[in-house]
């Protein structure tokens, strides 16, 4: 008997199934992941001898005979499987996928570096207020900056305000920032060891979505561009007691397979140690 030609609607959502993961290989360039485990599921669902000889239990042993035939009718079902996975999700809609995510990736750091523009390195009592700010600080502003406003006969404000602002609530605004930094510091210097883990180890998290962040822009980018690209990042680390990390991440490769950091026999010395140095006098402070 042969192999059936088409696909009922029960396979067809089967393979929707997976199509994230297909799709994820295509763009590597590496389906060596993708058709062993995907086989595996899609014949323990629907195996072939069950249409071949649907008489044989499954419990019973084909014969030798049998055997050759099923394993023939197993391969046409492979070739057929992947047949309709490169029809259904090919190229187009990989790389229409892949253009997707980054441009997304783009937005997302073109975003981040103009939200940081003109600030200043992410201080322990700054994540601080980025965890307990509505919990912890901004009730005791507001507090304090009724009784302030009040006495100076200023416009009260008791958040972030935006747009056109009279002179008052400017003024205000300035003391509510000033406010905020003060009762920041002090409030996170009197914590608990307990949260001022909790504060190190967000900055920590942080650090180590880094690989993660920078592989989806920078492979994306280079996906676009055909470029290589090496990045040099440091700064205190909280897994290190706060002593200076450096790392460095990078896209591209030889002919024989080495990023630059391999194939540039002097990598460490000129160019991570420098940079390390450099670091270590950026953040002085610590």
């Not at 008997?1 to 029960?10: D, G, L």
Request: charged share 25%; net charge positive.
């Amino acid at each position: 008997m042969a192999p059936r030609s088409k696909f009922t609607t029960e396979q067809c959502e089967m393979m929707e199934e997976y199509r994230e993961k297909y799709l994820e290989c295509q763009a590597a360039g590496d389906y060596t992941p993708f058709w062993a485990p995907f086989f595996e599921d899609y014949h323990a669902r629907w195996p072939e001898r069950e249409l071949l000889f649907p008489d044989v239990p499954l419990n019973i042993d084909l014969t030798p005979e049998q055997k050759v035939v099923n394993a023939t009718a197993v391969d046409a079902r492979k070739k057929q499987l992947m047949h309709r996975f490169r029809n259904t999700f090919g190229n187009y809609t990989a790389k229409r996928k892949m253009k997707a995510q980054t441009t997304s990736s783009i937005e997302k750091m073109l975003a981040c570096q103009s939200s940081l523009k003109g600030t200043r390195t992410l201080q322990p009592a700054e994540a601080y207020s980025k965890l307990y700010y509505k919990t912890r600080i901004k009730p005791i502003v507001d507090a304090e900056m009724k009784v302030l406003t009040r006495e100076a006969g200023l416009s009260p404000i008791t958040s972030d305000e935006e747009g056109d602002i009279g002179g008052d609530v400017k003024q205000s605004k300035k003391l509510r920032l000033s406010l905020v930094k003060k009762h920041t510091r002090a409030l996170f210097t009197n914590e608990t060891p307990e949260v001022k883990a909790e504060v190190a180890d967000f900055v920590k998290k942080n650090i180590e979505k880094l690989p993660g962040v920078l592989a989806d822009i920078f492979a994306g980018l280079a996906k676009q561009t055909g470029w290589t690209f090496s990045v040099l990042m440091g700064g205190p680390s909280p897994a290190m007691g706060g002593r200076i990390q450096v790392e460095s991440f990078h896209v591209g490769q030889t002919t024989m397979g080495n990023t630059f950091n391999c194939a540039y026999p002097h990598f460490n010395e000129r160019i991570m140690m420098p940079y390390a140095d450099f670091a270590k006098r950026a953040f002085r402070e610590y």
